[in-house]
């Protein structure tokens, strides 16, 4: 046997070994290219992960998890991808399992790489749902946000993407009912972004973070590092049967699946707390906060110096 041929089968077994290991009850496999692969990781219950990278022509802004949820009656869809060409193949893996009407698209908070594939939904004339402040910080940061993607995707995998602000707003909590199970919409307060909205799917018991919980890429922050670090606090006080990051695996369970991220912001907040203390300027933080926690997260180079300064900005005036 070659060494290629024998790689492979490892790989095979290890993922094999994997899938067995974990709860997932369906896989479905992408038939075609154009099709996202999904697991079901609940009964009824979808999700896509997304890439740990950069947006980029090859990825097509496929950097993110995205879900959906299977009623009796119709389906709701947790973040569409970071391009309509995601998008539709998002789409198109929802097709492959129901044939039920998308009611529902709704995004955990205004990012691109989880809201630039809603334009793939418009023909199905879904209710678009956010938080109530998602609209603002879209349509406010919609220029840099199309001018930085157009650049990072490349014109094919930028082509069709539309900026779609929600047309309905949720302030507090609020339910959806699909047919025989609903979700339970909560807007959160400001941390990662001002804009985050959990959603509980009430059949499973499955928490849906958004990106209030990263695990393996590294959390980015453009909200509240203070807001984060006592909504994590809070996060943890509570029970679900599992929960799916925004980026990351398909699922995990409480409250371990936060502990890693709120050790980094920590890591964060200490040592600028302390800098502060000691005088030091934002430039000695970019070069030493939080960089205890280099190893343990992918992409940390791409954001963790942005982060440490959003936290130097906000802890500074403390
Ligand atoms: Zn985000």
Redesign the pocket.
């Known amino acids: 046997m070659c060494e290629r041929h024998l790689l492979s089968r490892q790989n095979f077994l290890k993922a094999a070994l994997a899938l067995a290991a974990s709860p997932l009850l369906r896989y479905v496999p992408a038939h075609a290219a154009d099709q996202a692969e999904v697991s079901e990781i609940a009964p009824g219950v979808f999700v896509h992960q997304g890439r740990y990278e950069l947006q980029s022509p090859e990825n097509r802004g496929d950097m993110?998890n995205a879900s959906f949820v299977v009623g009796s009656e119709a389906v709701a869809v947790i973040d569409t991808l970071g391009s309509a060409v995601a998008g539709r193949e998002l789409r198109s893996a929802i097709r492959a399992v129901t044939g039920k009407p998308i009611r529902y698209v709704i995004n955990t908070?205004m990012?691109p790489?989880?809201v630039f594939g809603n334009a793939a939904f418009k023909e199905d004339s879904p209710t678009f749902v956010g938080h109530h402040k998602l609209a603002r910080g879209l349509a406010s940061r919609a220029e840099r946000y199309l001018a930085i993607n157009k650049q990072m995707l490349g014109d094919d995998a930028f082509q069709g993407i539309e900026i779609i602000l929600p047309t309905l707003a949720v302030d507090g909590s609020q339910t959806l009912d699909l047919g025989g199970r609903s979700l339970v919409l909560e807007t959160q307060r400001t941390a990662?972004?001002d804009n985050d909205m959990t959603i509980t799917d009430s059949a499973t018991d499955t928490w849906f973070l958004?990106?209030l919980l990263f695990s393996v890429h590294v959390p980015?922050l453009?909200g509240s590092i203070k807001g984060w670090l006592a909504l994590l606090d809070a996060f943890s006080r509570r029970q679900a049967a599992r929960v799916v990051p925004?980026h990351g695996p398909k699922a995990m369970e409480l409250p371990g699946a936060l502990e890693p991220e709120q050790r980094y912001l920590a890591a964060i907040a200490n040592d600028v707390r302390r800098l502060i203390e000691e005088g030091k300027t934002l430039e000695d933080a970019t070069k030493t906060a939080g960089f205890s926690e280099r190893d343990a997260w992918k992409l940390f180079d791409q954001y963790h110096v942005r982060n440490v300064t959003a936290a130097f900005a906000e802890l500074e005036w403390e």
């Open positions: 993110a908070h990012h790489d989880h990662h972004t958004g990106d980015t453009d925004g």
